[in-house]
């Protein structure tokens, strides 16, 4: 296998009250916190992907550059000139680092993002000198990647995909929704939900229980004696319950397999817990 090259990863994020414009958040939610946890969530999987060091927020917003900062990113200045005019400004700080450096650029608006997946796609770009992976629909651009850092030359903007494989980006189809879905509006909102947020998106969404979908999963163990246990959600993650929150759920009996809804407090402990299908107010015990 081709070692993987130590990319740098250029994440421009907006913040601030204009980010996000076309994103209706549920009652109770500020768009503005909204956008923030959209990028926290995108970060977040960045930092835990590659060395934080090496990832560059480009941003204007001092709340987006705290949140980057407490990741242990590096933050650059955004000159005020739109989204190319970042990525620019975040490759050139790159550059400093290094004239040929590989370089790549991600939208930070990812929240379903995780390691593994940017793993995955930085390693399937480094097969190429220039390559882009398009967002869901195939045409927006979600990665844009350089092997030669000064050669990664962006034209972000609605049709970018195209423009960026006419101007011999290699174009990768990756199997990565997670990667590849980014949040624009509302029905983009709906999709990265069913994937699976991460833990800031959730918690801007919680007061806005109609639009979140509680999560799914079945039972893994379950102690007799003792009434605690754990299940395996959906997306992977095994996540454990006590005897109380078993107790406070009227359930009599779990068995190993069985579905269940659940609330997490954290990412790893049940809040709640309830049988798939059956409401709050019609609990089956
Ligand atoms: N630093 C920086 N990031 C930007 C800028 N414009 C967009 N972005 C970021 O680029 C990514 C994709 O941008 P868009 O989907 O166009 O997001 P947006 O401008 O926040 O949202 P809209 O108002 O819906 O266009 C997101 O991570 C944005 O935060 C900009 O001028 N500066
Ligand atoms: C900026 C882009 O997309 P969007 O505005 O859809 O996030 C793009 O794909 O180039």
Known sequence: MTPTPDWHLVVPVKG?????????PPT????????????????????????????LVVTSDERVAQMARGLDARVVADPGAGLNAAVRAG??????????????A?????????????????????????????DAAGEGTVLLTALTGA??????????????????HQRLELELPRLRTDVDDDADLQDVLALGVGAATRRALEQSATTLPPMQGSVHSFDETTGAGSALLDDGREVTFTREV???????????????????????????????????????G
């Open 106 to 134: 991600l939208l930070g608006d990812l929240p379903a993002l995780r390691a593994e997946d940017l793993t995955a796609a930085l390693g399937a770009a480094a097969a190429y000198p220039l390559a882009v992976v398009p």
């Open 91 to 104: 490759r050139d700080a790159a550059l400093a680092d290094g004239p040929s450096l590989p370089v790549a």
């Open 28 to 55: 109770g939610v500020g768009r503005e916190a909204l956008a923030l946890a959209l990028a926290t969530d995108c970060l977040t999987a960045c930092c835990a992907g590659m060395p934080p060091a090496r990832v």
């Open 16 to 24: 601030g009250a204009s980010a996000k414009s076309r994103l209706h």
């Open 151 to 168: 050669e990664l030359v962006p034209s972000f903007g609605a049709g970018s995909a195209a423009r960026h494989e006419a101007a011999g």
């Open 246 to 284: 078993f107790a406070a759920s009227a359930l009599r009996h779990l068995r190993v397999g069985q579905r269940l809804s659940l609330d997490l407090t954290g990412e790893r402990e049940v809040s709640k817990l309830w049988i798939v299908g059956i409401g709050d107010d019609q609990r089956i």
